[in-house]
């Protein structure tokens, strides 16, 4: 019995490492399928693109290039995408369009911009070489797969059939003439089938690879890129400011403000009928005291809600277990960040991960989070994950999108994933460095 319990326990753990297997290579040969198509079209822009750059002078390529170009752009945005899925990721590259005029000068204006733009000229390097890499390494999977299959059709009995016609079939270096034979087909099949299960993601992915070295971006690209994006983080910054400031007024008027005018008005009744009616003096003191309390602790809200005095004094790590500690849902938290980093970065991931713990307890469902923050390879990453109902969007609401801005004013990321069902998980990363060891723990 316990024999028959270990073989079922063999045979479960080997579909579960051989399953994952067989999805990936049939997933990474039907890519190869897209690429090696993909190959014949490169071979076909890759004439009428090289026909129309030569034509410009004649004033055809002028009204063919314009209208050739994003259908190359679209072909290496597909090998992009593709690479993408072998774990390759490669940014687009193109430089920002200028704006051009109406009529046949912005056409010229939109071929100078194509020609000027280093990417144009490596799209065309790309066209030539994928037609033959990507055909070659597009097919290769499914070359190996059919290889594989046909072998096993013959070497079921299918060989027989073909002998009684007359024809001496072979399969690899094995003539299939006899049973034996055929046996030995089956085992070469089998491990040519073997092959293709292991090769063939790593074929796709090495054309993923050739395609980055030659759709990825160049150093103008990139440094138009970064231009664009400190761009957009400035502005955002400077919203984000503005509203911040409009909130402190806000609630200066609105809270601290009034009661401290309430207070002196209880202070000036109090003197008033301090001589003729000690009573009510003492009894307006008391209000005015009373109100000064409450003044303070607003005040000491609107303090923490700038700039927290536990993040100030104890540091991020602290300061997030002050956020943890404070949650109405239990909250894991693992650390590792042994030392202070600039106050904007720690104020920025505080009240992101609070945003986001917020979001937990309003929306989520969930009865328990986990908060994961490290620092490593001079980068803060902290993971917040929680077991709701999921269906969380970054794109809906202005909480997830502040928290975008905030790590992209650092050059950081926010990636969200929230299935529906849950489980929710948020990852911060900023690129920041440790200035001063922490010196103090909860």
Not at 177 to 206: D, E, H, K, Q
Not at 300 to 325: F, K, N, Q, S, T
């Amino acid at each position: 019995m316990n024999g028959v319990l270990e073989d079922m326990d063999a045979i479960a753990i080997a579909n579960a490492h051989i399953r994952p297997a067989l999805s990936r290579a049939l997933q990474a040969t039907g890519r190869g399928v897209v690429l090696a198509a993909a190959a014949v079209l490169s071979l076909a822009l890759l004439v009428a693109t090289t026909l129309a750059t030569a034509f410009i002078l004649l004033g055809v390529g002028v009204l063919l290039l314009p209208l050739l170009t994003p259908l190359v752009r679209r072909l290496t945005g597909l090998c992009r995408e593709l690479a993408a899925h072998s774990g390759v990721a490669i940014a687009t590259p193109y430089l920002p369009e200028r704006p051009s005029e109406p009529g046949a000068v912005g056409w010229v204006q939109r071929c100078r911009s194509i020609l000027t733009d280093p990417a144009s000229w490596r799209d065309l390097l790309f066209l030539l070489l994928n037609v033959f890499v990507g055909f070659v390494l597009g097919l290769l999977p499914a070359t190996l797969l059919v290889y594989a299959v046909e072998g096993l059709v013959l070497s079921s009995g299918f060989w027989m059939l073909i002998r009684e016609s007359g024809v001496d079939f072979w399969y690899g270096f094995t003539p299939m003439n006899t049973w034996p034979r055929a046996a030995l087909g089956a085992l070469v099949s089998l491990a040519v089938f073997g092959i293709w299960v292991v090769a063939a993601p790593g074929v796709v992915a090495g054309h993923a690879h050739f395609a980055k070295a030659l759709l990825g971006p160049g150093e103008r690209a990139l440094i138009a890129s970064r231009m664009r994006h400190l761009s957009e983080t400035r502005s955002d910054v400077i919203n984000i400011q503005a509203s911040e400031l409009r909130r402190i007024e806000r609630d200066l008027h609105d809270g601290a403000q009034a009661r401290l005018v309430a207070i002196g008005m209880k202070l000036g009744a109090a003197t008033r009928q301090l001589r003729t009616n000690p009573d009510v003096a003492e009894t307006l003191l008391v209000d005015a005291r009373n109100a000064t309390a409450n003044a303070l602790e607003e005040l000491r809200c609107l303090i923490r809600g700038i700039h927290p005095p536990v993040l100030a004094e104890r540091g991020l790590e602290d300061a997030v277990r002050a956020i943890a500690l404070e949650s109405p849902i239990d909250v894991d938290i693992t650390a590792d960040v042994p030392g202070r980093l600039a106050a904007p970065a720690e104020s920025a991931v505080y009240f992101a991960i609070s945003e986001l713990l917020t979001n937990v307890v309003k929306h989520a469902n969930a009865d328990r989070a986990s908060i994961d923050l490290r620092h490593e390879d001079d980068a803060l990453r902290a993971v917040v994950i929680d077991n709701g109902q999921g269906g969380a969007d970054a794109s809906v609401g202005t909480g997830l999108r502040g928290i975008e801005r905030r790590c992209a004013t650092f050059d950081g990321t926010f990636v969200l994933n929230s299935p529906e069902g849950g489980p929710t998980v948020a990852i911060l990363e900023l690129p920041c460095a440790l200035y001063s060891p922490r010196t103090s723990s909860f």
